[in-house]
């Protein structure tokens, strides 16, 4: 990876002629709306403009842990409270991770349109339900689990499934299958909860975007900035994240280097 690393996203997209960053969204916990907008206001704090709230079972199993009924507008007044807590400028985006059926979606959405949400990640499964989905909203529709291979995303924009897509790396199967999807689908990148390299990686590749077909991807935050979920590193250096944005480390290749006596403390 550190070698793609270096053909990819490190010197020829400049990474060493300067402060190389990529914007980052913020990750918020579904919750009780109130503690939900508190958690979005400390993010906004610490220079973050774009926040992603999970929608559909995982916030329907952290408000049930928490004793708060199970509905759907719950969902949609977390949604609010946050829009409410970063203001009109901030933007939302929602996953569902294919939670809602397809009656389910377009109901929630239509209740979310007036709240200027940028973006629904995966909020049924199936390109089918997706194209239908998308044909019934002003909301972009953005795939996930639907889009793992450069085949999906082909059906994907040939049926208009969905205006963007999330890349994983680790999903997708590394930085030149991610380059190939995003010359098909605009896209931004995320974590699939990755430590230092994968973080790296993926800030590399969120650069090289810049090389391929959608230039209105560079509008879009990407999810890298889940390294703030961890208690602890097993990098002495790595990437850093100041005002919202993922600085890359210097130096060859991803710049990522690990801390040994960490490694070794954390190895089962």
Known sequence: MDLLGRRVGGKEAGKGEGDEAVPCNATLVSGP??????EAARWARDGFNTFKLKLGAESAK??????????????????????????????????????????TAKRTLG???????E?????????????ELAASTSIPLAADESVATLDEAERAATHGAC????????????????????DVLPAYVTSALDGPVGIAAGAQVAL??????????????????????FASTVASVECELRDGMLHLPP???????????????HRL
Do not use: C, F
């Open 33 to 38: 709306a109130e503690a939900v907008a508190a």
């Open 62 to 103: 952290n408000l049930v842990e928490q004793g708060i009924p199970r509905t759907r507008d719950a969902d949609v007044e977390q949604v609010r409270a946050v829009r409410e807590a970063v203001g009109p400028e901030a933007r939302i985006r929602i996953d569902v991770n294919e939670a809602w059926d397809l009656e």
């Open 111 to 117: 209740e979310l349109e007036p709240l200027g949400i």
């Open 119 to 131: 973006l629904v990640e995966q909020p049924v499964a199936g390109l089918e339900a997706m194209a």
């Open 163 to 182: 205006a963007y897509t999330g890349i994983k790396l680790s999903k997708v199967g590394g930085p030149e299958t991610a380059l190939a999807i995003a």
């Open 208 to 229: 090289s975007l810049a090389n391929t077909g959608h230039p209105e991807r560079l509008e879009l935050a990407h999810g890298l900035a889940t390294q703030r979920l």
């Open 251 to 265: 130096g060859p290749g991803l710049g990522v280097e690990i801390d040994e006596e960490a490694l070794e403390a």
